[in-house]
Structures are given as C-alpha cells and as structure tokens.
C-alpha cells in the first residue's frame, strides 16, 4: 500500500533522506530564450537524467536535423557540465506544428554524427528502465499525447497516416482576437496544415489506440521501484485561462495509469509548476521553462501546490522507497516540496 506524506514549504529544498539516491529533473514548454534564466540554476543541482516535456522548440517546431535551433535552444542553452546528462524527450503540440518533418528531425537528432549524445528521443514513445547510481530503479516511458489526442484544439491529428488538417480556421482566428495565441502561431498553423473540407470537432476519443496497448504492456511488464510516465498534454491541470484538464487522457490514459499503479505523471502543456494528486497518482505539471501563467482554480480537487507568473523547473530524488519533489522558480529559489513513500 502506498503512503504519502506531504511536506509544507519551510524555505529549504527537500533533500535525500540521508542516504545515497537517484536524482532527475523535469522541464516542460522550454524551447525559447526565456530557458536561459533557468538553466544556471538547474545546473546547480547533480541530476542522472532530465525529462523534457515538450515544446522543445518555439513556436513552430525544428525543420531539419541541421537545423540551428538544436543549437541555440538546447546546445548552447543548457551548457552546464551537470546537465550533461541523458534527455529523455517528448513531443509538444509547438513541435508538431512544424509538420512529420520536424518530429522525424528531432528523432533523428538522437543519433546526429558529432553532437551531444544527451538528446534521446529514438521514437515517438518510447521507455527506458533505469537504475540509478544508488540501485534504485524505475521505468520511465515517454508518450505522445498529441497521437492520443488526435492532434490539439485546431489541428485534427490522423496517427494512423501520420497526416493533419486544420479543424475550422475560424477557431484559430477566434484564439488570436482572444488574444490566446499569437498571430506568429496562428499563420504558422494555417501555412502548415491544409484547411479540412468541413470542419472538424475536437474529440475525446483516443486517437492512437496502438500506443495505449503498447502503454498497458510496458507498465503491466515493469517490475521497477517507480513506474514513471510522461507526456506534453496534462491529464489534470488546476490552470484557468490556459488549456487545463485533457479530456481525452482522463479517458483513456488515467485508467492505464490507476491500473498499473503508476507514481506520477508528468506533463507540461499549462506554463506554471502544479502538483495534483488522484487516485493515487500524482501529476506533476513541469510547464514553465520559458513560459509563464498566473490564472489557477485554487478549489481544484487534488490541488496540493502550485508556482505561477515565473519561468521554472522541478527536481526530484528517488530511492527504493522514497520519492521527493521541489519546485524552483527562475531566481533558483524553492516554493514547494513535497514527498512521498511506498
């Protein structure tokens, strides 16, 4: 039976509890300048591996494995010799709205010739069973939620023909007048994708049953400490005024992840930190990297912490039994901390 143990913020950053751990970071929504007010601070700390959740890359996505923004956004932004440690990606709706080419590019930049081997995003979902200096263990998979989704609020998303198509173009422009997206991303969305012949409703059915049977297996397989899971979109988010909870992954990815008795979610998508625990699953929302919100439903069910109107990252440590989270905001400073034990 799993404990948990919630620690209120006392100023001081949560810490191993006396013995030798595994440490990692997460950091979502990070593809822009803004990551560089973070990363110094992320690179105080001594992670084995990071999570990056998406939107690798503002707005529209890399073109080819050449492209400059490997470089300028990720290269030359997190230089720190502590983050040079393995990536463990996913992919953003940012990043499909750069086209298949784009997503195959990031894919490809995992096995580029002369660059750093940190970046590790060998397919579209994918997992990696760790075991960290300390022995501890865990499964991390990454999944693509734009696949089961279909695709996000304007583009209708076909992972069966790996193809897109606008839903309605009045809803992008509708978004633009609310002031929701930026004309940049509104053009880059009609100029990449062709317009559907009649519009197309946002759906709540899975739109890649292939990957959530792939899911079920993989976790019903671990045997690790942790089972860890991570994605762009957020099955729960307390966020108001941005994109908040994902009905299609309430639907079909919560259930996987109660039934497996996964210990936390990740995900980005919603620019603060959030912390939501149900049903024994904590979701944890890392989507501040170099973006930033401030609108939450404070009464949201589960809610335990929030950080809003700040760029900023997470740091977490595990051991067999043993798992800790802090939240930092962009001066490196903590605002929460939590922890929990099996």
Request: charged share 20%; proline share 4%; aromatic share 12%.
């Amino acid at each position: 039976m799993r404990k948990f143990a919630l620690a209120a913020y006392t100023g001081m950053a949560m810490a191993c509890p006396g013995v030798p751990c595994t440490e990692f970071l997460s950091i979502g929504d990070w593809g822009d300048s803004g990551a560089k007010k973070i990363a110094p601070h992320m690179g105080e700390h001594h992670p084995e591996f990071v999570l990056a959740i998406g939107d690798n890359f503002y707005d529209s996505g890399v073109k080819s494995v050449d492209d400059s923004q490997f470089k300028s956004k990720f290269e030359e932004t997190f230089t720190q010799s502590a983050l040079q440690v393995p990536w463990y990606v996913a992919a953003g709706n940012h990043d499909y709205y750069g086209g298949t080419k784009g997503i195959q590019a990031e894919m490809d930049y995992s096995n580029k010739a002369g660059t750093s081997s940190r970046w590790t995003y060998p397919s579209l979902y994918f997992k990696k069973d760790i075991t960290g200096k300390d022995g501890t263990t865990a499964t991390v998979v990454s999944v693509d939620t734009w696949r089961i989704n279909g695709g996000d609020t304007f583009v209708a998303w076909d992972s069966e023909n790996n193809t897109g198509v606008v839903r309605d173009p009045q809803i992008v422009h509708d978004h633009v007048a609310r002031g929701k997206i930026s004309t940049t991303t509104r053009d880059l969305i009609l100029s990449s994708f062709p317009v559907a012949k009649s519009p197309i409703p946002e759906l709540t059915g899975s739109g890649d049953d292939k990957q959530l049977q792939w899911l079920d297996q993989v976790l019903s397989d671990s045997k690790a400490d942790w089972k860890i899971v991570f994605g762009h979109f957020p099955v729960h988010s307390c966020t108001t005024g941005e994109h908040g909870d994902t009905a299609s992954l309430i639907k079909y990815l919560q259930p996987i992840l109660e039934k497996h008795n996964v210990d936390a979610y990740f995900s980005g998508h919603d620019h603060i930190l959030q912390h939501i625990q149900i049903n024994g699953v904590d979701y944890l929302g890392s989507g501040a990297g170099a973006r930033e919100h401030s609108g939450i439903n404070k009464g949201y069910k589960g809610l335990k912490g929030t950080m809003t109107g700040k760029y900023g990252f997470m740091r977490h440590y595990l051991t067999s039994t043993f798992f800790a989270t802090t939240f930092y905001d962009e001066d490196g400073k903590s605002s929460y901390s939590y922890n929990r034990t099996k």
